[in-house]
């Protein structure tokens, strides 16, 4: 039997806006996260299509010698492994795609011009196959042993995923995928409400303190916020 292959996909379409700004220019993008999980069950799997704004900074940001930097908008994908247990891949750090595109353009080190030729080629990515990304360039992944607790909530360590997700349960890869667009992803708090009401606060804030005393969970979740599980809305 074929084994299975548990797949973060990510997927970036054709640029939606091209701007300038002094000497900086962005470009919007839609990218799609899918996350495929393989249970003794059975294959589990979610999708997520998010906007992505990618931009050029050509003389680098001060004092970081930064030359690209990017900002979503939409939700984390999330899959649940059982009827409350949820696994959640949080939105990416400003610098995490970037990386995930000079990986896969063979960039090493991101200099003035390997950044310029990057923000050059990213329209160019649309329509190419799906490409494996390594274990050190995955988003950071959460999971809740209940998805409408926070106070649940743990990290996944990208080197042994499994031991955090349970036994037979196995995240074995993370690829990226250009796809055409897409309507951007809603309903992530249906499944996990209380992020309607966490606002800019830890998600462990007065709601943990209000449930039950500060636990190993607990603790987790403070350094946890509603900003790396959906970006862009009035809340945000």
């Not at 990226?176 to 708090?189: K, N, S, Y």
């Not at 996990?192 to 800019?200: A, E, Q, R, S």
Request: hydrophobic content about 40%.
């Amino acid at each position: 039997m074929a084994t299975r292959r548990a797949v973060l996909g990510l997927a970036l379409t054709a640029p939606a806006l091209l701007v300038g700004c002094s000497d900086a220019q962005s470009a919007a993008y839609h990218l799609r996260q899918t996350i495929s999980v393989r249970t003794p069950e059975g294959p589990r799997a979610a999708t997520s299509v998010l906007e992505l704004t990618v931009k050029h900074h050509p003389a680098g940001l001060p004092m970081t010698n930064t030359y690209l930097t990017t900002r979503p908008r939409g939700q984390a994908p999330y899959t649940f492994l059982s009827q409350a247990r949820v696994l959640a891949a949080l939105l990416p750090s400003s610098d995490l795609p970037v990386r995930m595109f000079a990986w896969h353009f063979g960039h090493k080190h991101l200099n003035p011009r390997a950044a310029a030729a990057l923000f050059e080629a990213l329209p160019d990515l649309v329509g190419g196959p799906p490409v494996s990304v390594p274990p050190n360039l995955w988003p950071r992944m959460v999971l809740f042993e209940d998805a409408l607790d926070p106070l649940s909530a743990r990290p996944v360590i990208r080197d042994t995923p499994q031991t955090r997700l349970g036994a037979g349960v196995h995240l074995e890869d993370f690829q990226i995928a250009l796809i055409p667009p897409e309507p951007l992803t809603t309903g992530i708090e249906t499944d996990m409400p209380w992020l309607k009401v966490v606002g800019k606060q830890p998600i462990g804030g007065p709601i943990g303190e209000n449930k039950r005393p500060k636990t190993k969970g607990a603790a987790w979740a403070d350094r946890l916020y509603r900003s790396q599980f959906i970006r862009g809305d009035s809340a945000d």
